[in-house]
């Protein structure tokens, strides 16, 4: 597709080609913050895509090597932590969590906006706890 929007995505998105062992760079730091959570430990995720295109009214996802919608998965996630987790989602359209797994919405860029400030509270949640021991 020729149009500049499109283009742009594209290039956007085709900059890295998801590895196994490597994590996307647009959730990298949501994943690092996550994994500094006590407890959590992170198992699988990926950026999505970056943007849809519409063209005469139609809507197109850009070819790309990532997944339709961003996610988190989980492989230790206390239950403790899920708790103010879903506390937290409250406050953001973007994100939802079903067992062990935060999904995104739709919104891509801010689902990964949105979780690393999710992680960040939970850091903050769980750290000011110790503290008060």
């Known amino acids: 597709m020729s149009l500049p929007q499109y283009q742009h995505i594209q290039a956007i998105e085709s900059q890295f080609e998801p ?10 730091q949501a994943v690092e913050r996550f994994n500094q959570v006590p407890g959590v430990k992170t198992q699988f995720s990926c950026q999505g895509v970056t943007g849809m295109v519409e063209f005469q009214g139609i809507t197109f996802l850009v070819v790309s090597p990532h997944e339709r919608l961003a996610y988190i998965t989980f492989a230790e996630f206390p239950y403790s932590i899920e708790v103010k987790l879903r506390e937290h989602l409250t406050a953001y359209s973007a994100a939802r969590y079903e067992n062990k797994r935060l999904l995104s919405s739709g919104n891509n860029v801010a689902f990964r906006e949105n979780v690393v400030r999710i992680a960040e509270q939970l850091i903050d949640d769980f750290a000011g706890a110790r503290d008060h021991r």
Request: aromatic fraction near 10%; charged fraction near 50%.
């Open 19 to 28: 590895k196994y062992q490597e994590l996307d760079p647009e959730i990298r």
